[in-house]
């Protein structure tokens, strides 16, 4: 056989096998009974590994073949539970994101206003003495990307070996609120439910979300179950027309910010009609309403309070303020009325890029905790994320100014003396000082050092800020122009960030490392590296591990234990291993080594992980995984249910064991409606939002480099509506000025194109470089979770050359 | 050889349209299509080119009578070796 024809008859035994799953259904046991796609053929020289997809954060499992030392092919992974075979249009090209052709290969370093190459050896140098000559005043900034272990080690030096907390990730901008909107409401972050969830639900309502694009592979889930014949009532609530809505029974259009008041209009039919699910908040709820110290935990009120605080939200006057009629709101509340349905919820930047995004959060939590639409598969409040590690490595982690790994925080005393224990560091190591958020980070990196600007080096590593942050021309550009701040940024590729770098220092990508990620729905997944990486490109972790041994050798005593032993020190049969030399990365599993010691901070707070080993064999496992007397390690589906949940006690059925009342309780929230900080006046007339397409993730650094997906989708755009269009004299593909009270871009228009926005309201994506909407978007950002705004601000637009 | 594997969810309601959007599958040569397993019909494409591949895609996805496609594997062997 031909090697084309022995390529095509694999390529169709796969097909089958996942026409087989899918026809069957992707959550049943069935699916996992269907026949498995056929072995590659002894001799293609193909060899496939498991990896979880380097995007999103849904966590697809792919196959990875590789031949002669480089990816060659990838495909769906059968075994995996959540794609079950199938992959989106960038999972299926994520091979190819290794082979751009401009790959970082060198350390790069400034001299004269030029990049000039230099060693690794040297650059590590630099690095360590930027953070010798102040400590307090060198931060590091990563991201959602960061494999568990290399954002474990850089909590590590910066809160065990630097003793202060100036550390931040990426993922304040996408998923705070998420984290903020779950304490407030359980006492503990991350979704009580899972993908199970889209198999079992009678309804479907995404907030503010567009699944179709951003988390394809779960929204066609939901699809499927329809072209089966299966019942199930798709509801969109968003500000504009996205594909997610053109599969709507029910598509809702309502104002930006305007959410919180149909959260209210909610609650308050289902109270006033006695419709909310009194027995369930009796034994399960609180309430909560905003104190006048505005802390996360506010204050308590009784239902009769709170019944009182939502009555003014009226279908009527919730109509008034976001513009969904009356009948509308009636029909949700009478949806939330009915115990028999399963309902879930689905949102993700929507409602967490928003300056009351802890709010809205814990209001949607609140109404399904109202309706008693929890704790059943299928019913569930579940937020999306964005990266494919936001949740293991940012939340679970704590790449954050104010956390600790395993859901520990800087500010208590108790969870600060235990990572001193498992650290094995001196008691006072650990700062009870939080450290600055992104936005004050990077406020304070763009500040002179005389007036305030205290953070003199940032290591950027897995991110890009320079095009993600909001307010560019504010909170990055002035950094540039001041010459005692240093900006060091690890990268794959040349990027908005390293080309204003002082320090460029190339980095390992996916399967050119070990690597360990924690998708959306608490699932841990694990990968081993499959081929090397280009040049001199080395691994985040390596990088991270070298500047602390670096820092050691020159006298920083902070990278020592109190035993006097390196922070990251490795043995290998007694002796220790020399990591830090990158010929003995490799000796040992430095992954295993530090995830084995990350899971000691796993217990404490019920987010119990399993040995590094049981994640090699599995395409993932939901925490808390918990071992059983049989010694199995089994994980967890549905939390605070004791179907499925360990630490439930038995007879409970539902018990919020982490709350923070200790009283096992939820807590349903008062929040009112209050209008944005920026809104649309005479003259900046419209409401400009910014996202993601299908075919770019984020900062567009990795699928801009994959042909078929830079052709599918080649530069930004500003969409708007047709009326819009007219009015001003704008034809379909014309370029226009956009702009903001911050800056301005021209853009090609849009009209009615693949997203379809109101009358008045602009949208652009981000993923494109040349065509930076972040230079105009707003920084203002939620009181608690410290997320800026990125879907709402005002906006003119203006054909070019006109006034 | 930008050769994919794919599942066509086809229209399982309106039988003439999934016969008649079967004819035309069939009749194009760089498409070989596999057992159908309910709505799902398996097939793999193969053409000339990385462009022509996703061109063949986009067609499928604009066709009536597709419901969805999910595309299961790709091989760019290749293109991988190309850079």
Known sequence: MERREL????????????????????????????????????????????????????????????????????????????????????????GLALYGADRLRRPLLRKGGKLEPISWQEAIDIVARRALKDPAGFALYGSGQWTIPEGYAATKLVKAGLGHHQIEANARLCMSSAVTGFMATYGVDEPAGCYDDLDR?????????????????????????????????????????TRTSRFADRSIRFRPQTDLAIANGIANLLVLHGAHDADFV?????????DANGTLQGRAI????????????????????????AKDIRWLAELFGRRELRITSLWCMGFNQHTRGTAINA???????????????????????????????????????????????????????????????????????????????????????????????????????????????????????????????????????????????????????????????????????????PGEARSDLWQLIAVAHRLLELGHQGMRDKDGRFLFSAQKDGKEVPIWDYGHFDDVNVDEMLFDEYRKFSTHHRKDLAPYGEYVKARGLRWPVVRRADGTWHETRFRFAEHEDPYVQQGKAIQFYQSYTNDDRAQIWFQPYGPPPEAPDADYPLWLCTGRVLEHWHTGTMTMRIPQLQRAMPQAYVELHRDDARRLGVQDGEVVVVETRRGRIELPAWIEGRGSPPPGTLFVPFFDERLP??????????????????????????????? | VPIASVVLTLVHDREPLRDRVLAELTRDPRIELGPASGACLPAVLDTASAAEGEALVQSLVEKEGVVFVDVVAVDFSDQAEET
């Open chain 1, 7 to 94: 390529l095509k008859h694999l390529a169709m035994g796969t097909a089958v096998a996942a026409a087989t799953r899918l026809s069957l259904g992707r959550g049943g046991p069935e699916a996992l009974a269907a026949p498995a796609p056929p072995k590659a053929a002894a001799g293609d020289g193909v060899r496939w590994d498991k990896a979880p997809c380097r995007f999103c954060g849904t966590g697809c499992h792919v196959q990875v073949g590789v031949r002669e030392g480089r990816v060659v092919a990838v495909r769906g992974d059968e075994k995996a539970e959540v794609n079950r075979g199938l992959l989106c249009v960038k999972g299926y090209h994520v």
């Open chain 1, 201 to 241: 639900c009678d309804v479907l309502i995404t907030w503010g979300n567009n699944p179709a694009e951003m988390h394809p592979v779960l929204f066609s889930r939901v699809i499927d179950r329809r072209t089966r014949g299966e019942k199930v009532t798709l509801i969109d609530l968003s500000t504009r027309e």
């Open chain 1, 282 to 290: 009796a034994k399960h709820c609180g309430f909560r309403a905003p």
């Open chain 1, 302 to 325: 009784s239902f009769d309070d709170y019944k009182a605080m939502i009555a003014e939200y009226t279908p009527e006057r919730v109509e008034q303020i976001s513009g969904v009629p």
């Open chain 1, 363 to 533: 209001l949607v939590h609140g109404i399904h905790l109202l309706s008693g639409h929890f704790g059943r598969p299928g019913d569930a409040p579940t937020s999306l994320t964005g990266q494919p590690s936001a949740c293991g490595t940012v939340r679970e982690v704590g790449t954050l100014c104010n956390l600790l790994p395993g859901g520990h925080s800087v500010a208590s005393a108790e969870d600060r003396k235990r990572a001193e224990e498992i650290w094995n560091v001196p008691p006072g190591r650990v700062s009870d000082k939080a450290g600055y958020h992104t936005l004050e980070m990077w406020k304070r990196f763009s500040t002179p050092a005389g007036q305030g600007g205290d953070i003199h080096t940032l290591w950027v590593q897995t991110t890009n800020p320079a095009q993600s942050l909001p307010n560019l021309h504010a909170l990055v550009e002035p950094s540039r122009r001041l010459a005692d701040k240093f900006l060091i940024v690890s990268d794959v590729y040349p990027t908005a960030t390293t080309r204003i770098a002082d320090l460029v220092l190339p980095a390992a990508l996916w399967v050119e490392k070990n690597g360990m990620f924690g998708n959306s729905e608490r699932r841990t997944q694990q990968w081993f590296k499959m081929v090397d990486p």
């Open chain 1, 773 to 803: 909407i972040n230079e105009l978007t707003l920084e203002a950002s939620d009181p608690f979770s410290k997320q800026p705004d990125y879907k709402k601000c005002a906006a003119r637009i203006r054909k070019r050359g006109g006034q």
